[in-house]
Structures are given as C-alpha cells and as structure tokens.
C-alpha cells in the first residue's frame, strides 16, 4: 500500500528507478547504477578469489556462500574456500590487490558489478572486498520460484572512517557468543570499530593473570579470560573489524578499588569499596598521588595491551566528580603543590601519566571529552558525549576538539541505551551541513559510534536495543549526508532487520521468549499486538534513579519485550495522515482497523491476566487505549464530534508514568485524529 | 477442555490428587505428599546453605534465585551467594551433609518440605540439592497476582545412576555455547551424563597441541580449543554432570585419516583419505596392524583425557566394516598369522591395545555395542545402540552385556535423531517389566542415554530435536517404572517445553526464525500452522541416501522448523476422539475448527508463495490436506457420507514423498474421521 503511495507521489522516476526503490541496501552506496536484466543462482554458484588478500576473505567468502544457500535453499555445492583461484571460471569473482590491515585509514572501497553471467567484486583490499560481498546479499531478490541478483554497477567507500559500536560488558556482562554475533552483525552493515567496555563500578570484565583477584572479587564470575578476549579478537579481524579495549579511569572505579582499596581516594581511615549492583554514578576514584595507582594501572596494561593488535587504547575518564578527591585533605595538598587550580588539572595529570605506559605497547590513548584539558596531549582522541541530558550544547566537545586540534568521534546523538526514536540519531549528522569547520578541522572528526550503555541490558535482550537501530546509524557514517529520506529508511529497515536474524541476532526471537514468559505459556498474540505500540520509557526514566532493579536482577518484563520505534506506532501514524488527508474508506478503515485491533486487545489481555500475575501491570494502560479507541471509533464512523470533555480526560490520563516502565507511542497520532 | 476431561473419568481422585494433577513435575518424584496450604513468594525471599557441601550449590542457588526472579519479576534482593550460612533466618534452608563428587554411583537424593513458612531441602550431597532445588521450580503456581509454592514432602532418587545425552559435535560443530545451553536443559532435567561426540569422518573437533594439523586441516575452523573443553567440563561439573568425551575409533575416521594417511588401513599406492562432506558410513580405518596407529592415539589420549576429569572414555568402535582390512593383504596376513578368525576379532586386539593407554589416565574404556567380543576386558561399558533398523533386536546387546558381566548403558530407543514419537522413547525401560535377568545382572544396567546424532542438525535447530522430547526420557531414566501415563506426560511436556525456554534453550524462537526465513520476511502464521501438524521424515528417510544435503549446507528449511510429536497432531487426535465418542455440537466444532483452519492455511501459503520460493514445495502437501479437509467438512456438518472414491484419492495421494521431506502427521486422525 505504502509502496504504491510512494510511486503516486513521485511520478519522475524512470524505470530504472523505480526498481531501485525495491532494494533494500544500507548503508546505501555512494554509487550505483541499476541495468535491466539479471543474474539467476543455481547451486552450481561458485567463488573465486585472486590477487593478493588476507585470508580473511576466505572466511568472508564461505560464509557469503552460507549465507546465501540458507536464504536460498539451494545446497550450493562449493564447501570451504581455502585458497586462491581455485575455480577460475566461477560466476562470482572477487579480486582484492593486497592484504588489508584492520586499522583506521585503511582502503575499504570496492566495486561491484553484476552482469548476466558474471559478477566481479574489485578492491584494494579484502576489507573492502567484505564490504562487497554484504552490498551483494543485499541486492538478492526473487521470483516466486527462483532468486536472482539485478544487474547493477556499484562503487563504493565510506564518508567516515571511524563507525563504531561501543558495549558495555561491565554493568550487565555479555558472554563471547553475544559479542560475536554482534560483530557479525556490525560486519553486515559495514561498520568497523568495536570498543569494548570492560571495566566499571559494577564489574571488572578482563582477566589479569598476574591479579586474578581482580576476577575472583569483582566479577561475580562474569569475565572475558585472555584466551575468550584473543578469539574476539581474531573473529572481529576477520570481519574487518577493529576492537578497541575500554578500561574506564580514574572513576567508575568502584570493582577495581573493591579489590585494592588501598589505591582508592577515599581517607584512609574510612576505606571499604563494594562492587555496584545498581545504576548510577558511583564516587569511588583512583588516587592520582599514589605511586601504586600508576604501578597497578600499568601492570594491568602490560597484560591487556597485547591482547589488542590495534592502535587505540581508550582509557575512560568521564564522569570523575572529584568527589573523593575533594574530600581527602592529602589530595587537595596534592593539588595544592603542584598548583593545579580544578580537579580537571589533577585528572589531566593523572591522564598524561598513562599516556607512556600505553607508548610502550605502541598504544595512543582515546578518552571521553573530559580528558580534554588544555595539557592533553594532541595525540589522544577525543570522544564526545555529552548533550542535551547534561545541559550542554549537543557534542559541542567535537567541534572544540577539532578546533583545537585532536581527532575526536562522536557518541552524543549515537545513545541508544536512552531509547529515543531511530530518527534523531539517523539525523544526528558528526559534520552537519552548517558546521563551520575548515577541511583541516573537518578531517579530525574520524566518525562516530553507537554507545550500548547496559545498566538495563542483558543478553536475552540487548539485540533489540542495539539492532536494528544501529544500522541507520552505520549509514549516517558510511553513507552520503544527503542520504536522509525517513521513509526509505523506515521501508528499508523492515528487511535488515529480518535479515540480520541469519547473522544470530536475537532481537525479533527473544522478544518472544519475554512475552511467552510474561503470558506464563498462554496465546501471546495480545501482547504482541500491545508491545507493538508500546515503547520502554525514555532518557533513563525507566528504573527511576536505579532505585528498583539490581544489576544482578533478570531483565524479563514488557518494557524489555518492547523497543524504542514500536513496530505498529510509525505505520499507523502513517494512517492517519493518509486518513486525514483524504477520509475515503480505504483511509478510514486502515485507521479503525488498529481501533479495532487494540479494543479486542484489551479484552484478550484481562483475559490473560487471570493465569499471570506479571500482566496486571500493564491493564491500565491498555484500558487507557482500549477506551479512547472506542471513542475516536464512534466518532469516526458515525462522523461525528465526540463530547471533547471525555476525550481530553482519556488523553490526559493516557501517558501518566506507568509501572509498566512503557508508554504507549501512538499518542501524538490518536492526538491528530482527536484534535481534526 | 482436556483437563476437565481428565477429572470426569477418573471420580475418585481426593482433593490433593486433584491438585497434584496440576503439578508439571518432570522428571516425576519418587514420593509426593501434596498438602492444604501454600507459600507466598516476595522480594525478600531468601536463600540458606548449611552443611558441607561443593560450592557448585552456591552457584545453583544464585541460578535459581535468578530464574525465579525472571519468571516473577520481584526483584529479589539476594545477590549472589558465596558462602555458607549467610542469612541464618532464610525462607529456604539448603543443608548438605558433605561435598559430592560428580561421578556414577555419588549420592543424589533429596527431601524437599515446603511449609507455610518455611522451605527445606535436605541432600547427602549438593548434587542432590541441586535437584531438589529444580524439584522445587517446577512446584511454582500463580494466583493473578502473586506466585507460590504449594506445601508438600517430597521425597526423591533416581532409579538409574546413567541418565546421559549425546553430542555429536563432528558431524555438525556445536559451538560452546550451544553445549552450555543444553547442559542447563540437562541439569532441570535431572539427568547426569553428558557424552561428547568429538571425532568422526566429518570432523576432528578436540585440539591437540602436538599435531596442531588435525584441526587445521579436519575441522574447517570448527573445533574446541582446549580451553573451551574445561570451561565446558567446569560447567558441567557446577550442574552436576558428568562428560564423557568420545573420540571414535577405528572406523569413523576420515577426517582423522585426511591428516594421518599413513595409519590408515587402505593399500598404500592409494591412499587419499578427505574429510566426509555427507551423511552415511564411511569406510576408512586405522590399521589395527601399524604400531603408528598406537603411537599417535596414546598421544591423542595423553592430551584428551587429563581435560576429563571422569572416569570414563568412550572409543566409539562402532559400524567398522573392514571393508579396507578385507582389502589390504597385509592385514589379511596379520589377521591370519594371529590366528584372528574374523575382523571382530582384529577388532577386539586393537581395542584391547587402547584399554593401558586409558588406565594410565586412570580411565575405563567404554564403547558402542560392538566392542563386545568374547575377549573384551569386563571393566569396559557396552554401549547397546543396534535394534530394529539394524535387523537385530531393539537393545538386544544389553541383556546380552548384563549377562556376560559388563557394566552397559542402553541407547537404542533413545535415538532421537530418528524423529519418532515421544512415546516410543518414553516407554523405553531400560529393564522392562517382562526381563528375566538376575538382581546382580540388572545391576549392570546402569541406565540409558539419548543420542543427538548430528547428520541433520545445526546450532539452528538442535535445540528443537533435542527438546523437550529428552525430558521423556529423563523421566524414563529416573522416576519410577510404574510412571507411563502418556496424556499426563503430554500435558506436563508442554510446561516443561516452555520453561526450558529460560535456560536458553532455543527449540520455540529458532522455529519462528525459520519460517520467517522461508516466509521471506511475510506473516508466518499460516507457515506456523502448517508446522504445527507437519513431522521431518522419520528413520533417516530425509536426505535419503545423503545425497541431497553437504555436511556445510546450512539446514533453514521447513523440515528445519518442524519437529517430531507436531505440536496440533496429538490435539487433533484427542478431538477426533472426543467426536468419534459423542457426536455433540462442542465435539464436532473442536474438529471442524481445525479443518476450517487447514482450508484458509492453505489459502494464506498460496498466496505468501508468490514472493517466497522455498513455500513452493509445501503447497502440494497444503492442497492435499485442504482437500482432505473439505472433504471431511461437508461430511460431518451435512451428516452425511461423502464419495469414498473421492476420500481414499485424496488419502492416497496425502503421504506420498514430498521434496519438502516432511509428511503430515494428521493422517491417521484423518484416516479415522473418514472411515467412522
């Protein structure tokens, strides 16, 4: 329906355009050319491969055959490429001219061209022959008995270097498997930098052989060995991926100072540290005037620097309230000596003494924007963060640091912990059109990164905080800045989404297994259609002030079987525009149709509700929407006013905060049909 | 419906036996004294460990404090439980009266009393608690707002010391985490016994440091580190399991042989031996003639066995042909200048030469069925697997064990790759009620093991082979003989089925992500339905031959979403029943309402396969049951007998050999509507 409203509206297309609306790619490429004609897929498909890659490609090339006999069904007959040029007459040819290096400021570029009987991938490097070989599943299409490839000339390379994914393996740990699955699914939408989160208040996540206290006291058993951090390590190098280690200092240093307190800023006569098992900002801090704090720290790197071939170390920095440091008269004497006038100066000391520990294993260090003081060396990157939620202009540091001369990656605009709506951060552009930046400045600023923050994730559901949002956040940074059509992106995502299941993404299955859980084994059908319209409360309004769960607590209730961008919310806001524009009865009866829908809902829900405790909480919101349906229904069928008293009494208690932690997403759209 | 049924023909049930029949206890209890009153469960509830027990119940216990908490959502304060006697006043007390060790013939009994206010579990050792600590899950009810345990004794032990599964990892590699996830399921389940499949001709998957080649070239990348191994054995050993590895000589070893040609038994101016790519037996074996052959499996074994910590190393020995020994002239001479009379008994030389290599590491060898030669060590474990495919009789070698003096363990009945009912494994008894055997010689029969055999089966889909069919064997293993009753089995599965779900079981989601493959991203409903009453051909009749399916095809066909026991079949059955009993109105809707329902299906597929090429094979299979349907329709709603020609037509064609490898499992209810 939406696909011929979209033709209605746009009568300029050609025909080649509008085939190209078809294709479901992201990030979109920077060219492509569509041709009539196509390639067909047998299971004779082969691969070749020539020049001179790094076997990684192999690997990538194997699992694209995978990929594409599970969609297809074929049995394609090639099993594991090994070597190069080992069917020279293969359909698919990929030719990559040397050995790609999984470091920033590599070539990822390629070419791709299908045509009738051949399809050739061309790079200069096996990383961007990866990148190929992801655009080219993409393209596949169907008949309604075989599959085929469009004939299609694509070139292709990303606008920024740096497209990251950051997570949070401290506050809630995600074993091996759920970190490699992500990492494919990174892959897929072409991004290249993980940075792993691995130390916080509430869990020290990587094992030091010198230290195993460390895991023993502070990680509840939840860790990464150096053995399980080496296999990450090599599974993201052969997706092309970069990993950058996290171990956040001075603050957020409640675990590891629950192992050695005596390197803590607290007095010493007070000194005990616990790990989290909440949310929040914790004080504990390293002492920056204590000799063992630096020896500590740099035994630590000694052991988890090697473990990570790349070039970047990032070691924090953010959210230090120099709480302890106020309140401990030997640090302010400290302070004092050495005539720094804030604690920022004290933490910039304490910053640039790690900086040698880091050279020494040919490491730069990153940090977030706090670390930016006018001593920080220029070598460091800065990471920007901050926003609107901490009264600051919006990654306002990334500007300042290129200014000032750092390179710097932006996260502000990239949180998707808060929940907010996939379009402000498809939106939220690093280099914005009106940026008043010379190319000198401009060409500081690497990138961004999508920052999975995990006070409220566990591996039952962190895919679907991360996925599919995160691939519209891979294409602002891969793809052209005038990319930003809402409703391709929208009409585009369906489909990766559903694909990225292949790559053991979790995000559509495991919102089943919380609803079947909340039903207690009852149809979930209700709840489906509810957690369809539902959102988890935004900007860390859920779990308000980390009073409620511990981070040792299951995430399993409703507000974590839904998701920010409820599935139904967007088209039936679609609905009712289409309806407002034009009332025929087609219009009227897709809008009464969710009306309809969400009435019969409710009934089912207190029907459930009977055999399971943990949908009480939701009834009330669900008779909220229960009754306003009705009333909007009998208002739009009977064409007629309906007693606007009633109808703002029902609007007003419709998004009073709920226990439920959710609220519904299509008020502003039940709004519009009200206020017409 | 089914349930008031139940109550209606059994009158004289007394109030609690009408209350047990609500429990959903699997493996059912030894002893069960259900009680008036119940235990209500808040966020304060608290756990208490007493005794001397392992630390592995410290770890159980915090397992349950998180599963509980998942499935209520009351945010439990408890965190994790570290040591004994932490809350003296818990609601729970756990006492243990000394460590277990995870090894056959440990104590496992445990008496479980829930009081109104109280809750104990009393065990010899903490393995039994563990038990009772799942006996104790399995017991949670709900009201509509709150959740409680029902007071009760229970009194438990299981009645065989052998409750295993196995993985064949070699034919399809299971990843760790796929292994973990099931040794959870294990673990609820009761059962002790986790027997890995680690070699055959498709794949070499254990790493050995001295012959880094054997993974290198035999396992495609597929392969546990032996890291991986202990962290899997730890696993184990915190549930109470037991791992047996296998490495199965001397037939099944192709991929072994591709690495190690020289001590294979083909003549040597022929020797290409490659890793298996199909299913089947292969033919390549060791040369039971070359001291080589010794040489290197005692260094195999001097690297495997110490990553054991059991007892027990099973060396496979099964379905060796010697069709290579037949051919080579120097065995032959071997053969005869040993005065062997048959390659059983070169056999036997060679398995006996592999009993010193294992009890240097203080291991007994165990083997398949057909290490049992009258010269084999009685301290060897006969594994029983032969029955009716095989042309013997079912579990034959297991009496015939039991009476020659070895320790045996049945597996034949337990095959559940066969894709059988459940309740031909379910009434399965290892020592049925008609044997003749002495009290001594049952004691031999340590108990049975279901085998996972991995020709058809991926990290995708194993789960859904598996589960929660095993559980019926659980019982089997461990309750009492006398506990057979099949629609009490039926109903308490569906419980069990769903709660597996919580440990990470993936038998219901990864069914959904199939048909959403197949669908190509449309509403799977009707694809749902259809699964609901379709069965993946039984006996290995799929892929017949092992032409059609590479070991490294992916498995994401309807097949794969389908499952032995279709989850309609058993219910349609029972509403045949009901109607064919009393033709009343409700009777006659519960069927039509079905048949009704197969008629849109047939519709909605018809029309999802014009963008989806893989629903195309189904169709045929979908029209036969429409038309069957129809058919049956018009008969029972107009009373009258429709054209048997026209009926048996169409039964004819419904079971016909469908390229979708499935058949319909409605047939014989079908088949009984039409001949009434």
Redesign the interface.
């Known amino acids: 329906m939406k696909y011929i409203l979209i033709l209605l509206f746009i009568p300029f297309l050609s025909n080649a355009q509008i085939k190209m609306e078809k294709l479901d790619l992201m990030p979109w490429p920077q060219n492509i050319n569509l041709k009539d004609g196509t390639f067909t897929i047998t299971k004779n498909f082969k691969v070749n491969i020539t020049g001179n890659p790094n076997p990684r490609i192999f690997?990538g090339a194997t699992n694209f055959l995978?990929?594409l006999?599970?969609?297809?069904?074929l049995?394609?007959?090639q099993?594991?490429i090994t070597k190069n040029n080992e069917f020279p007459e293969a359909e698919l040819q990929i030719n990559c001219v040397r050995n790609g290096k999984v470091e920033l400021n590599e070539d990822e570029n390629y070419t791709l061209t299908v045509s009738a009987n051949k399809i050739v991938v061309n790079a200069t490097t096996d990383l961007g022959a990866l990148h190929g070989l992801e655009t080219l599943l993409q393209l596949l299409q169907?008949?309604?008995?075989?599959?085929y490839f469009p004939m299609v000339e694509i070139s292709d390379s990303p606008r920024f270097i740096w497209r990251g994914l950051m997570i949070d393996a401290a506050r809630h740990f995600q074993?091996?498997?759920v970190i490699k699955r992500n990492l494919d699914a990174m892959a897929a939408m072409k991004m290249n930098v993980f940075h792993w989160h691995l130390a916080d208040d509430q869990g020290w996540r990587v094992e030091i052989k010198k230290y195993p206290k460390l895991t023993e006291l502070a990680s509840?058993?939840y860790y990464y060995?150096q053995?399980e951090i080496k296999s990450v390590v090599k599974y993201a190098d052969q997706r092309g991926i970069l990993v950058i280690p996290e171990i956040d200092v001075p603050g957020h240093a409640s675990a590891l100072l629950s192992v050695f307190p005596e390197i803590g800023s607290k007095v010493s006569n007070e000194v005990t540290y616990t790990v989290g098992?909440r949310s929040g900002i914790y004080t504990p801090t390293l002492d920056p005037t204590n000799p063992k704090t630096y020896l500590l720290l740099s035994e630590f790197f000694d052991e988890v620097c090697p473990l990570f071939p790349g070039k970047y170390f990032h070691i924090g920095g953010d959210e230090n309230q120099g709480k302890e440091w106020d309140a401990n008269p030997k640090i302010q004497e400290f302070k004092k000596k050495n005539g720094f006038a804030s604690n920022h100066e004290l933490q910039t000391y304490f910053t640039m003494k790690l900086i040698p520990m880091l050279k020494k294993h040919n490491k730069e260090l990153m940090g977030w924007e706090e670390i930016m003081t006018k001593d920080m060396s220029k070598d460091a990157i800065i990471h920007s963060w901050k926003g609107v939620n901490e009264s600051v202009s919006p990654g306002g540091s990334l500007v300042a640091a290129a200014k000032n001369g750092y390179k710097t990656v932006l996260s502000n605009g990239y949180y998707i912990d808060l929940m907010l709506s996939i379009q402000s951060h498809y939106l939220n552009d690093p280099i914005p059109k009106n940026t008043v930046l010379t190319a000198e400045e401009k060409a500081r600023i690497l990138g961004g990164e999508a920052t999975m923050w995990s006070e409220l994730v566990t591996p039952l559901n962190i895919d679907s905080r991360i996925w599919p949002r995160t691939a519209a956040i891979a294409e602002r940074l891969w793809s052209n800045e005038n990319i930003t059509d809402l409703n391709s992106l929208h009409k585009r995502l369906?489909?990766i989404s559903?694909r990225l299941?292949?790559l053991g993404i979790?995000h559509?299955?495991?919102k089943?297994?919380i609803l079947?859980?909340i039903s207690?084994?009852q149809d979930i059908e209700a709840l489906r259609d509810f957690s369809n319209v539902c959102e988890p409360l935004k900007n860390y309004k859920r779990n308000g002030g980390g009073k409620?769960?511990?981070m040792?607590?299951?995430l399993?209730?409703f507000a974590d079987a839904c998701t920010a961008d409820a599935f139904d919310a967007y088209d039936f806001d679609i609905a009712v525009n289409n309806y407002l524009g034009n009332k025929n009865i087609e219009n009227q009866t897709l809008v009464t149709n969710y009306l309809r829908k969400w009435i019969l809902m409710d009934a089912d829900l207190i029907k459930l509700?009977?055999?399971?405790?943990?949908i009480?909480p939701l009834l009330p919101l669900s008779k909220n929407l229960k009754d306003l349906s009705e009333q909007l229904l009998i208002g739009i069928e009977n064409k007629k006013k309906v007693n606007p008293d009633v109808l703002n009494g029902l609007l007003e208690k419709f998004n009073l905060r709920s226990p439920a932690d959710v609220e519904v997403a299509v008020y502003a759209s039940l709004k519009k049909l009200f206020q017409e």
């Not at 169907?142 to 599959?147: A, D, H, I, Q, R």
């Not at 509700?609 to 943990?614: E, F």
Request: proline letters at 5%.
């Open positions: 690997i995978r990929r006999d599970g969609r297809t069904g049995f394609l007959e099993a594991f169907n008949t309604s008995t075989s599959y074993p091996v498997d509840d058993g060995t053995e098992r369906k489909t559903f299941e292949e979790m559509l299955r495991n089943e297994v079947r859980n207690n084994n409620k769960y511990f040792f607590s299951p399993t209730l509700s009977v055999n399971a405790p943990l009480q």
